[in-house]
């Protein structure tokens, strides 16, 4: 079994118990110092409830600990419900935690499901370049901060495109360069692949994982729900109800779920 996995939430809970080390690499096994400069994401004991009809508060996350490592991509799943969007608004700073302490390295940037929320100039170049205003940078200044984005994510040759004409996945790579172009330090992705075909989908997660191999300041942590996604990941976070279940290397997540997989099959095979 992998040294990662938990096998019940009190389990689960106890690594956000012990101390502030967080457990990464291969299985989960090899330790990493909590520094600023190892460290781009982290959170410790996140727990976050809403109100219910009846008063009583409901919880949808419980007692969450992860953390993820600048100059890596790691992937954050689990079915739909379990609570996967709601920690990364967390994470984000659009919802604030019931309990729990947090670190996120700023800036950062959330990116969401649907790039028309936050595409919103007439062309690639000008969109990318919207947020740069804030920095009272010079004209060179913001020509080449847009084209290195853009640059990074693929889309340097599409600057002068309008973005009406662009598909889905041009979109969404144009909001992460908008980011990148912001020297983000952390990308915060929601599920940037529900509505893209297979083309699409393959340029959106290249161009992330190109982003973050190639800039050893970036992190990024990617909901999603399509397990053929993992092979670009240096690691993952499995949740089921509102807590993270299992971390660790790609490899042990994958034994994981077919672990999860064979035990599933054998109960009703009973």
């Known amino acids: 079994m992998p040294a990662a996995l938990f096998s019940s939430p009190a389990a689960a809970g106890a690594l956000a118990a012990s101390s502030w080390r967080c457990r990464l690499g291969v ?11 190892a460290i781009s994401i982290e959170g410790r004991r996140l727990s976050f409830s809403v109100a219910s009809k009846h008063s009583a508060a409901l919880p949808i996350l419980k007692d969450c600990s992860l953390c993820v490592p600048a100059g890596q991509l790691w992937m954050l ?3 739909n419900g379990c609570g996967k969007s709601t920690l990364l608004k967390v994470l984000a700073g659009l919802l604030k935690p019931t309990e729990g302490t947090l670190r996120v390295n700023k800036p950062k940037s959330f990116v969401f499901q649907n790039p028309d929320h936050q595409v919103v100039m007439p062309t690639v170049e000008a969109d990318v370049a919207f947020g740069l205003g ?6 060179d200044e913001v020509k080449s901060r847009v084209s290195v984005a853009l640059d990074a994510v693929g889309m340097l040759k599409y600057s002068q495109r309008p973005i009406q004409t662009l598909s889905g996945g041009q979109k969404q790579r144009v909001a992460i360069a908008g980011a990148l172009a912001e020297a983000c330090k952390v990308l915060l992705l929601d599920e940037l692949t529900t509505f893209l075909d297979e083309y699409d989908q393959l340029g959106v997660i ?11 300041e970036v992190a990024a942590l990617w909901v999603t729900h399509r397990l053929e996604e993992l092979k670009y990941a240096d690691g993952a976070f499995y949740m089921e109800d509102g807590r993270i279940v299992m971390h660790g290397d790609v490899p042990s997540i994958i034994e994981f779920l077919q672990q999860k ?3 599933y099959i054998e109960h009703f095979n009973l």
Do not use: E, I, R, W
């Open 77 to 79: 799943l689990g079915l």
């Open 134 to 139: 804030k920095f009272h940078l010079t004209p």
């Open 206 to 216: 290249k161009a992330v994982k190109n982003c973050v191999s190639s800039n050893g």
């Open 261 to 263: 997989q064979a035990n």
């Open 27 to 37: 299985g989960g096994d090899s330790l990493l110092d909590n520094t600023a400069q």
